[in-house]
């Protein structure tokens, strides 16, 4: 128990260290000729830097039968979470200074925009719905509602392949990551469709139960 | 001469004042020697022959060496100029990686002597300039300008160059010459940036007859007082300050006349974004982002107003009178 406190702390203030990193580059004067630029580059990427790793954990469990980090999961998802609202923060602040029109006609023009607005707010429920007793609430609902995770990541990495002016290198890489991720998903389902056997009936088409599903209930966070 | 010389501004203003009293030093105590270097150099060829290539390049470092024969300041704007360490850490130059510091670390592989520039097409008197003799038989004017990036980034640079007409003339251009092509060196050996892809190699851009001879168009050897570092396009470079800053091309080794609109590396790539003209307009956004606004390095906001062809609208909108910005973008 003890040690599995103290991992969770270590692993949070590990997670911070990026956020950390920023404020004391912004103090110091250490964030580069364009400052502003480092801010908003460093926060999206260490958003779906989380958000990769938080889609990792099952894969990891299910590969290496290493249950134990599902414990670390709503930890990690959350700061994809912080670190995408500090990438909406600046935005806000440092492209648009506060120019709410025109960022509202920004979001609905550009694709660009568009898909990394849609990647935030989808986050947005996941979020709240992150603690026990929403948990508790939502039933087989919540683990529905987070599928809205894969969306959310397609978007983020779409919304990063679209900001650069050349398709090389790591947004190249971020992709590739995310649909191995996916695709070990993917492969799952359909495994788990076609040894199951065809009289069971579904709840719906398009909420297949997962194989993992009364596992991950009763290994949610006590 | 349209270009404004604002002569209530006093110089201290707008140089940083340590740079202002260096120079005096660097030229007392390294000019001297600079020039001699040249000027043997210069002594081994007629200046426009390709019997110039003969000649031996000046050992020893080429870049940021104090300027000698700056022969005259021409400022445009009475905003701050950014710090040399501004300038010279944060380039695009993708033959060195498309981060912003990669060409700071990385292009001081390039080696740049010897230099060559070539000068042909349809003109009358094509030559090939080793870069020393450009550098001795022309005058150096200092010319302060704004430098507006297509990512909506800002800069205010004392750059070291020549007009580029007076190159241009000087090859009798014929009547038939309409644009002018320029070509980056594409040296895989020293450019980590060509094996990664990306765009086509080598590095191309254009410029229309007009524009190419624009007394603003300047091909700049130095900024600050000092020879260009690499990461910035050493030995030559374009500056077009009316334009995005792409279009101003780096380490430039041929100019050719032509008489077709010529490729450009970023019109190649993304024609949708990157226009052959790519003259700074706020009213015409890049399809990705807005224009209206830049960051004017080092601020963290993105506020200031972006003006119309850069701020030097009255020098150039004439040669755009009758087009429709929105289509030639």
Same mark, same amino acid.
């Given at each position: 128990?003890?040690?599995?406190?103290?991992?969770?702390?270590?692993?949070?203030?590990?997670?911070?260290?990026?956020?950390?990193?920023?404020?004391?580059?912004?103090?110091?004067?250490?964030?580069?000729?364009?400052?502003?630029?480092?801010?908003?580059?460093?926060?999206? #990427? *260490?958003? !779906?830097?989380?958000? /990769?790793?938080?889609?990792?954990?099952?894969?990891?469990?299910?590969? =290496?039968? &290493?249950? +134990?980090?599902?414990?670390?999961?709503?930890?990690?998802?959350?700061?994809?979470?912080?670190?995408?609202?500090?990438?909406?923060?600046?935005?806000?602040?440092?492209?648009?200074?506060?120019?709410?029109?025109?960022?509202?006609?920004?979001?609905?023009?550009?694709?660009?925009?568009?898909?990394?607005?849609?990647?935030?707010?989808?986050?947005?429920?996941?979020?709240?719905?992150?603690?026990?007793?929403?948990?508790?609430?939502?039933?087989? #609902? *919540?683990? !529905?509602?987070?599928? /809205?995770?894969?969306?959310?990541?397609?978007?983020?990495?779409?919304? =990063?392949? &679209?900001? +650069?002016?050349?398709?090389?290198?790591?947004?190249?890489?971020?992709?590739?990551?995310?649909?191995?991720?996916?695709?070990?998903?993917?492969?799952?389902?359909?495994?788990?469709?076609?040894?199951?056997?065809?009289?069971?009936?579904?709840?719906?088409?398009?909420?297949?139960?997962?194989?993992?599903?009364?596992?991950?209930?009763?290994?949610?966070?006590? | 001469?349209?270009?404004?010389?604002?002569?209530?501004?006093?110089?201290?203003?707008?140089?940083?004042?340590?740079?202002?009293?260096?120079?005096?030093?660097?030229?007392?105590?390294?000019?001297?020697?600079?020039?001699?270097?040249?000027?043997?150099?210069?002594?081994?060829?007629?200046?426009?022959?390709?019997?110039?290539?003969?000649?031996?390049?000046?050992?020893?470092?080429?870049?940021?060496?104090?300027?000698?024969?700056?022969?005259?300041?021409?400022?445009?704007?009475?905003?701050?100029?950014?710090?040399?360490?501004?300038?010279?850490?944060?380039?695009?130059?993708?033959?060195?990686?498309?981060?912003?510091?990669?060409?700071?670390?990385?292009?001081?592989?390039?080696?740049?002597?010897?230099?060559?520039?070539?000068?042909?097409?349809?003109?009358?008197?094509?030559?090939?300039?080793?870069?020393?003799?450009?550098?001795?038989?022309?005058?150096?004017?200092?010319?302060?300008?704004?430098?507006?990036?297509?990512?909506?980034?800002?800069?205010?640079?004392?750059?070291?160059?020549?007009?580029?007409?007076?190159?241009?003339?000087?090859?009798?251009?014929?009547?038939?010459?309409?644009?002018?092509?320029?070509?980056?060196?594409?040296?895989?050996?020293?450019?980590?940036?060509?094996?990664?892809?990306?765009?086509?190699?080598?590095?191309?851009?254009?410029?229309?007859?007009?524009?190419?001879?624009?007394?603003?168009?300047?091909?700049?050897?130095?900024?600050?007082?000092?020879?260009?570092?690499?990461?910035?396009?050493?030995?030559?470079?374009?500056?077009?300050?009316?334009?995005?800053?792409?279009?101003?091309?780096?380490?430039?080794?041929?100019?050719?006349?032509?008489?077709?609109?010529?490729?450009?590396?970023?019109?190649?790539?993304?024609?949708?974004?990157?226009?052959?003209?790519?003259?700074?307009?706020?009213?015409?956004?890049?399809?990705?982002?807005?224009?209206?606004?830049?960051?004017?390095?080092?601020?963290?906001?993105?506020?200031?107003?972006?003006?119309?062809?850069?701020?030097?609208?009255?020098?150039?909108?004439?040669?755009?009178?009758?087009?429709?910005?929105?289509?030639?973008?």
């Amino acid at each position: 128990m003890v040690l599995k406190r103290l991992s969770k702390v270590l692993l949070f203030i590990l997670a911070l260290a990026p956020a950390a990193w920023l404020v004391r580059g912004m103090m110091t004067g250490n964030l580069g000729v364009n400052p502003a630029e480092t801010i908003q580059l460093q926060t999206g #990427r *260490w958003a !779906l830097k989380f958000l /990769l790793i938080t889609l990792a954990v099952t894969p990891v469990r299910r590969i =290496f039968h &290493w249950n +134990v980090v599902i414990q670390y999961r709503r930890m990690l998802g959350l700061f994809a979470f912080f670190y995408a609202s500090l990438h909406f923060a600046s935005y806000i602040v440092l492209d648009q200074y506060f120019a709410f029109d025109a960022m509202v006609a920004d979001i609905a023009k550009r694709p660009f925009i568009t898909v990394g607005f849609a990647a935030f707010v989808l986050m947005l429920p996941l979020a709240l719905t992150s603690t026990k007793g929403w948990i508790r609430r939502l039933g087989r #609902r *919540w683990q !529905l509602l987070h599928r /809205l995770v894969y969306v959310s990541a397609i978007c983020a990495v779409v919304h =990063f392949i &679209w900001k +650069v002016k050349l398709v090389i290198g790591d947004p190249v890489l971020y992709a590739g990551v995310l649909m191995v991720l996916l695709g070990f998903r993917v492969i799952r389902t359909v495994r788990a469709r076609m040894s199951s056997p065809p009289v069971r009936v579904r709840v719906s088409a398009a909420a297949p139960r997962t194989p993992d599903f009364h596992q991950t209930r009763t290994e949610l966070p006590k | 001469m349209l270009i404004k010389k604002p002569s209530d501004i006093p110089s201290s203003e707008i140089t940083d004042e340590r740079w202002y009293l260096k120079r005096r030093d660097f030229l007392r105590v390294t000019g001297g020697a600079v020039l001699g270097a040249a000027a043997a150099v210069a002594a081994c060829g007629s200046g426009t022959s390709a019997e110039s290539l003969e000649s031996a390049a000046p050992a020893g470092p080429t870049a940021g060496v104090p300027i000698g024969n700056i022969s005259k300041r021409v400022v445009t704007t009475n905003e701050p100029l950014n710090a040399f360490q501004e300038i010279t850490n944060y380039n695009n130059f993708y033959e060195f990686g498309t981060g912003k510091s990669d060409p700071a670390r990385y292009a001081g592989r390039m080696t740049t002597r010897p230099w060559t520039i070539k000068v042909d097409g349809l003109c009358n008197k094509p030559a090939e300039y080793h870069i020393e003799d450009l550098l001795q038989s022309n005058e150096i004017e200092e010319r302060v300008y704004r430098f507006r990036c297509v990512e909506a980034w800002s800069m205010v640079i004392p750059w070291d160059g020549i007009p580029l007409a007076s190159v241009l003339k000087r090859a009798e251009p014929t009547s038939k010459a309409t644009f002018v092509e320029f070509t980056t060196l594409a040296r895989s050996s020293e450019m980590p940036g060509l094996s990664e892809g990306g765009l086509n190699w080598p590095y191309r851009e254009g410029l229309r007859m007009d524009e190419a001879m624009h007394p603003l168009t300047l091909l700049a050897v130095g900024l600050y007082g000092k020879t260009l570092l690499n990461q910035n396009g050493a030995p030559l470079r374009l500056v077009v300050p009316w334009k995005y800053g792409f279009k101003s091309i780096k380490s430039i080794v041929q100019i050719r006349f032509v008489d077709k609109m010529p490729h450009t590396a970023w019109n190649d790539e993304n024609s949708g974004e990157y226009g052959f003209y790519s003259n700074v307009n706020p009213n015409v956004d890049h399809p990705r982002w807005s224009q209206a606004t830049e960051r004017r390095i080092p601020s963290y906001f993105k506020t200031t107003k972006t003006l119309m062809f850069n701020g030097y609208a009255d020098q150039v909108a004439s040669m755009y009178s009758g087009m429709d910005l929105r289509k030639w973008y």
